[in-house]
């Protein structure tokens, strides 16, 4: 394989006064601000993502009920096809019975 060269800029080096120990206190508190709210938003998308499951999980069960519902409904009227506003079967249309006569009649000898 032939090698990648990869070129990365040289940082640039900053100019410091001294060296010292620890950073100063408004920088502190600046850096502990920021830190506290990228933990702050880490812990409410985890505390969402919790809630997303359970609505899932809560989603899967209703759509069990439905399908139990859809299954009685099947078994008592022939159809699950209703209108959940008024209850109304939704019947499909009826075919035309051309072929067939209700009453035929004989041919009289």
């Given at each position: 394989?032939?090698?990648?060269?990869?070129?990365?800029?040289?940082?640039k080096e900053a100019k410091v006064k001294q060296k010292v120990d620890k950073i100063a206190?408004?920088?502190?508190?600046?850096?502990?601000?920021?830190?506290?709210?990228?933990?702050?938003?880490?812990?409410?998308?985890?505390?969402?993502?919790?809630?997303?499951?359970?609505?899932?999980?809560?989603?899967?069960?209703?759509?069990?009920?439905?399908?139990?519902?859809?299954?009685?409904?099947?078994?008592?009227?022939?159809?699950?096809?209703?209108?959940?506003?008024?209850?109304?079967?939704?019947?499909?249309?009826?075919?035309?019975?051309?072929?067939?006569?209700?009453?035929?009649?004989?041919?009289?000898?």
């Amino acid at each position: 394989m032939a090698e990648e060269k990869t070129q990365t800029k040289p940082l640039k080096e900053a100019k410091v006064k001294q060296k010292v120990d620890k950073i100063a206190e408004k920088h502190l508190k600046q850096l502990q601000e920021l830190v506290n709210g990228i933990n702050t938003i880490q812990f409410n998308i985890g505390k969402m993502e919790i809630q997303k499951h359970q609505a899932l999980k809560d989603l899967t069960n209703v759509q069990e009920k439905v399908s139990f519902m859809q299954d009685t409904l099947m078994k008592e009227y022939g159809t699950y096809d209703v209108n959940v506003n008024d209850g109304t079967i939704n019947w499909p249309p009826e075919k035309p019975k051309d072929n067939i006569k209700e009453n035929p009649k004989k041919d009289e000898k």
